[in-house]
């Protein structure tokens, strides 16, 4: 059955750079799509500027639900946690919701109780591996989600759902990897491979931005490796604060473990042990660089 079938109108609720680029993809890689977008009139203006989106709405959210087949949420996640309820009620009968929020325990468990087994509407949890240190609709990009894994809250079994089906077509279209997990897996996964990280280069920033000296040492002497390891410390905070709200355990966790391994690293600067630790993270590099 073609995806266009069951999912003709899309409202996006959020036109920065994860909803700009699902929209733009659609855009490229699919056809006969009718796109709306949802967000603050400034940005949902630029959206429709730049032909982005068809229909732009703000303000009340009934207009912009009307008719949509899909629902796709790509705000912050305290957004999506306050529309959620609204998003519910006014949302069509045999409409399919997700979200692509960075998080899923919390989002899933509160749709646990707003879509009922015995509901017409669905809600499917999900999460594209995709973005930028830029956020905005100015960032946007039709190949954003190429080639990167979706990670998607449920049993592959939802499969069974037509809707749910209809929106993995527009999926591999767009050229993203679906992958089915857990939320607590997935917010395990995420919060060592992807927050963590994000958090490992903003306390090596700021701890750097707190040793300039007047003439900019040790900037200066720093080459494209410092710029590289750096790279996610661009992102905004306003990005992350409902990240790491909503993934505080995990992180927790995950930064205690990541402290014991700098102490350990630096109980044995003066030793050859280090090999072993350049070799692990070499491999992992490796592995990396295949996927």
Do not use: C
């Not at 912009?64 to 998003?87: C, K, M, Q, R």
């Not at 509407?121 to 999900?126: A, H, N, V, W, Y």
């Not at 080459?223 to 909503?246: H, K």
């Amino acid at each position: 059955m073609a995806s266009t079938h069951l999912i003709s109108r899309v409202t996006i609720l959020g036109t920065g750079l994860i909803g700009g680029s699902f929209a733009l993809a659609l855009r490229k890689y699919t056809s006969e799509i009718h796109i709306a977008g949802w967000d603050r009139p400034e940005v949902v203006r630029e959206a429709q500027s730049r032909a982005v989106v068809d229909a732009a709405f703000s303000a009340e959210l009934s207009p912009a639900l009307e008719s949509a087949d899909l629902v796709y949420i790509a705000l912050p996640i305290g957004a999506t946690l306050d529309l959620l309820p609204e998003i519910a009620r006014l949302a069509p009968p045999n409409a399919l919701i997700t979200d692509a929020s960075s998080t899923k325990v919390r989002i899933t468990e509160d749709a646990a109780g707003l879509f009922s087994e015995d509901s017409r509407k669905r809600f499917l949890g999900g999460h594209p591996m995709a973005g930028r240190e830029l956020s905005g609709i100015a960032h946007a990009d039709a190949d954003l989600f190429r080639n990167n894994t979706y990670a998607l809250i449920g049993a592959s079994s939802h499969q069974s759902d037509p809707r749910i089906s209809a929106f993995l077509r527009i999926l591999e279209k767009i050229g993203a990897r679906p992958v089915w997990l857990g939320a607590q897996q997935h917010d395990y996964a995420v919060g060592l491979a992807s927050h963590l990280p994000q958090l490992a280069a903003v306390a090596l920033g700021s701890f750097l931005y707190d040793h300039l000296d007047e003439n900019g040492l040790p900037i200066t002497l720093a080459g494209p490796g410092l710029r590289d390891t750096l790279r996610l410390a661009g992102s905004p905070y306003s990005t992350w604060r409902d990240i790491v709200l909503t993934n505080k355990e995990v992180l927790s966790a995950a930064l205690d473990l990541f402290a014991r391994r700098l102490d350990d690293l630096r109980e044995r600067l003066a030793s050859r042990d280090l090999e072993a630790d350049f070799d692990a993270a070499n491999e992992l590099y490796k592995l990396l660089r295949s996927l």
